[in-house]
């Protein structure tokens, strides 16, 4: 394949790294999982509690139990969604504090991805990537390796034509090509 050599360059903030984290973590199969488990388990146990406590003629209880249960569903998202988001923010400026506002090139051939800031440089064959997930502020390209690189898209000056060749890419290597143009942190 004769993939167009691109070189970009970009910065990334803060918030670049914690909604990459977020969404990695919100759309694996284990997480999704986990919400849907604590979203059914907590509720049925409260609404199975108060239907014995309406067989005990406990109305009262009865309905209060079933109030929780069906305000324990509400609250379970949000509170989830929030713990993580703070536990993430927390993480993300502890580990990566030094690489925000860092310039990053980002170099694509036919054959590597080279990828450089005043850290580090890292280099990734091209069949490594694994998939490549597009979301309304990112693209990420999720190697084998278990890393990914992360392009914010609205720093970006040619971004249709980097999606253009990683669509390209994508069909190449056999690989997803994943547009979550809904995805959004709350």
């Keep these: 394949m004769l993939l167009e050599n691109m070189k970009i360059e970009y910065i990334l903030e803060k918030e670049d790294y914690l909604t990459y984290l977020l969404y990695t973590e919100f759309t694996s199969v284990k997480a999704k999982r986990a919400i849907r488990n604590g979203k059914l388990i907590v509720p049925l146990a409260f609404f199975g509690l108060g239907v014995i406590f309406l067989f005990l003629n406990l109305i009262i209880v009865a309905c209060i139990l079933t109030a929780i249960g069906i305000l324990y569903t509400f609250y379970y998202t949000s509170s989830v969604k929030k713990k993580f988001y703070l536990q993430y923010k927390e993480y993300v400026e502890d580990v990566y504090r030094y690489r925000f506002g860092k310039k990053t090139n980002l170099e694509i051939t036919n054959d ?75």
């Design 112 to 186: 590597l991805i080279i990828e450089t800031n005043d850290l580090t440089e890292c280099k990734y064959i091209i069949s490594g990537i694994k998939e490549i997930n597009e979301i309304p502020t990112a693209i990420y390209l999720k190697m084998k390796s278990g890393g990914s690189i992360i392009i914010p898209k609205s720093r970006i000056n040619h971004i249709r034509v980097l999606k253009s060749n990683l669509e390209e890419l994508a069909t190449f290597l056999q690989i997803k090509y994943i547009i979550d143009d809904d995805w959004k942190w709350i």
